[in-house]
């Protein structure tokens, strides 16, 4: 009987806790707390961390910032995005990625995704560009890879930069190759969740020698260099402290091996998910060489049980000592969006004409039926040993 029901649970004992510590988490923090050099202005502990997970990514520049978010807009801010400027973005995404957009003042333009894979349907982006589109910003969500060769070729067609959001892709591979280094910029978040953890902080990665003077120009309020006092554009303070740069250096000695555990972990799970009726998990696109599995997504068809709604069938995983998410809401229709195009900045730069043509563009049908269907388990769950997957198959 299920648990649901007073049955008894399939499991009682709890999943792995995040952060997973270690001795050197702790005597790298408290290094730098004695040291009173708390800024990366003063300290070299932030600088290190560039210079190791650029290396390890295989990128020629690493700037590390305060976020995941601080990452986007910064990224942004050296391609020069702004007011009047479109960007291709998908709709199956955390808002962070729409509101880096929106505080360019520019307009971000969703493209309806591939319910098979989750990510953004690449074949459907051409249609969406026009005259005033000047980025494409692709997501590799839950971990998995957008489907890179066709983006960059259209991308390739149309002469338009290609900024990765690779946040929640600490280690995902495209053909071998690490994301947030295949467009012309990628970023990454350390937040609290994430599969490289700092409770907040960020990375870009570039090849570009002038996009990554940009990028570190503006994260220090246009600085010319990290401690100097001339500037040499607009920017803000989004820097890294020192705490979060040693932090990301005791965590990185971890990060291989639990990626592994991850990974294997997700494809025996899969393995055994795919031969149950109902439930469907994500398709890997074929250059999908590695997925850093932040989220293991698959939908789910009521008529697969009884009919039984999602909503019940989550309550019903939880009551089994599982727990799962819903997942994300359709975004484009959130009433953040209409706010921000309504306000007085937004106005001053779009005619209403325009405004009303953008969100007639913006309709989105298959990610609607998939924020319906999509059911999430978290990283965390796949820290364990395979057992832990047989009890949640």
């Given at each position: 009987m299920p648990a649901i029901l007073g049955g008894t649970p399939v499991r009682r004992d709890r999943f792995a806790s995040w952060p997973i510590l270690g001795e050197?988490?702790?005597r790298g923090w408290l290094?730098?707390?004695?040291?009173k050099k708390w800024c990366r202005i003063d300290g070299h502990r932030v600088e290190r961390f560039e210079e190791t997970w650029a290396r390890t990514m295989g990128a020629k520049h690493c700037v590390a910032v305060a976020n995941g978010t601080s990452a986007l807009i910064t990224s942004m801010a050296a391609l020069g995005i702004g007011p009047g400027d479109e960007v291709i973005v998908p709709p199956y995404t955390f808002v962070a990625t729409i509101n880096a957009v929106l505080i360019h003042h520019a307009l971000p333009v969703f493209v309806d995704i591939?319910?098979?894979t989750f990510q953004i349907d690449a074949r459907r982006i051409e249609a969406s560009i026009t005259r005033e589109t000047a980025l494409l910003l692709p997501v590799h969500i839950g971990g998995s890879a957008a489907d890179l060769d066709g983006i960059l070729q259209v991308a390739g067609r149309h002469k338009l930069p290609v900024l990765e959001d690779a946040c929640q892709a600490v280690l995902g591979e495209w053909k071998g190759r690490k994301l947030s280094t295949i467009g012309d910029l990628g970023c990454f978040s350390f937040q609290a969740s994430k599969n490289l953890n700092s409770g907040e902080g960020g990375a870009i990665l570039t090849n570009d020698d002038r996009l990554a003077n940009e990028c570190r120009s503006f994260q220090n309020n246009g600085r010319a260099t990290v401690g100097g006092l001339n500037y040499t554009r607009n920017g803000a303070n989004l820097r890294m402290t020192e705490f979060q740069g040693a932090l990301l250096m005791t965590q990185l000695s971890r990060l291989e091996e639990q990626a592994r555990r991850r990974e294997q972990n997700a494809a025996y799970l899969t393995s055994l998910l795919r031969e149950?009726?109902?439930i469907t998990p994500a398709r890997l696109y074929d250059g999908c060489t590695r997925s850093s599995y932040h989220l293991y997504m698959f939908r789910y068809d009521p008529a697969g049980f009884g009919g039984l709604s999602r909503a019940r069938f989550l309550e019903a995983m939880a009551a089994e000592g599982i727990p799962g998410s819903a997942g994300y809401s359709p975004l484009y229709r959130?009433?953040?969006l209409k706010s921000t195009l309504?306000?007085?900045p937004f106005r001053a730069v779009y005619s209403r004409k325009r405004i009303a043509d953008y969100l007639d563009r913006i309709h989105c049908p298959a990610n609607d039926q998939?924020?319906?269907?999509?059911?999430?388990f978290f990283q965390t769950l796949f820290l364990g040993p395979r057992s832990d997957m047989d009890q949640i198959a």
């Open positions: 050197n988490d702790e290094e730098v707390l004695r040291s591939d319910p098979e149950i009726p109902g959130e009433p953040f309504e306000s007085r998939l924020c319906e269907q999509a059911i999430w």
